[in-house]
């Protein structure tokens, strides 16, 4: 089997250099999963720092390996990408991957832990998004809508981005987002543009609703919009993200009666 691994030793803690030396003495270290599906599991490390650790399956992956366009590559590419465009992420601690054969065998990506963060949308659902004050919720709504408006100008289509993928933090009271977890993120063809910044908001709107104000959504949809007023264009847009997920119900039982006839 062969081996590619890159460290960044500046992100880990001294004490914890001697396990990152290649990606079998880090699978080796005992681990706490934290999510898993048919493609990745993420776990937590737990040593003098925390670091989360993305393993990918290699079966799933190896033609988009080959084409240089697998879950794994995506994620790591798109990372470096969000700090290009000076959006906060974890820090990037290893990544490697193995192969047996020229095959793709998995694929291990290490990030660093945010500290004293929480996810958007827990903060959301434990009421305390207002707990600073509404002055300090719009901060965060403002940096929510200006790294979406920054993506979707660049022509961007995150495809994931949901407040749970979305970490908060502060620093000296300021709040700071990060983003993370986009393995599938890209730039789609043009003509299909409207409809994924559409779905894009309705992710983030379904998650929202009902626990943020509508006049705070409609305040973070204007800077989203770079825009006080509202143009035929920008309530479309709206109009749009606001009826995705009606319309999805409407044709998975459309899909369902055509199915039981």
């Not at 299909?192 to 973070?220: N, P, T, W």
Request: proline share 3%.
């Amino acid at each position: 089997m062969k081996a590619y691994w890159r460290t960044y030793p500046e992100a880990i803690a001294a004490q914890d250099q001697s396990q990152f030396t290649s990606i079998d003495t880090l699978l080796a270290c005992p681990m706490e999963q934290v999510t898993r599906d048919s493609v990745s599991g993420v776990s937590r490390l737990r040593l003098a720092a925390t670091y989360y650790v993305k393993v990918f399956a290699g079966r799933k992956s190896r033609l988009r390996q080959l084409l240089g366009i697998s879950r794994y590559q995506r994620e790591l590419n798109n990372l470096a990408y969000f700090r290009s465009l000076g959006l906060r992420t974890p820090d990037l601690v290893a990544c490697g991957h193995r192969t047996r054969g020229g095959l793709l065998h998995d694929a291990v990506l290490v990030t660093r832990e945010v500290g004293a963060a929480t996810d958007l949308l827990e903060l959301v659902r434990s009421d305390r998004f207002y707990a600073r004050g509404r002055q300090a919720a719009r901060l965060i709504l403002a940096q929510l809508a200006e790294a979406t408006r920054t993506l979707h100008a660049d022509g961007f289509y995150h495809q994931d981005l949901k407040p749970r993928n979305v970490l908060l933090s502060a620093v000296d009271e300021e709040p700071q987002l990060y983003f993370f977890d986009c393995p599938r993120g890209h730039r789609p063809a043009r003509f299909r543009f409207q409809r994924c910044m559409a779905k894009e908001l309705a992710h983030i709107e379904r998650d929202l609703r009902g626990r943020v104000h509508r006049s705070d959504l409609m305040y973070a949809y204007r800077l989203y919009r770079g825009c006080d007023r509202l143009s035929s264009a920008d309530k479309r847009l709206a109009r749009e993200a606001l009826t995705y997920y009606a319309e999805r119900r409407m044709t998975a039982e459309r899909r369902s009666r055509l199915q039981a006839q």
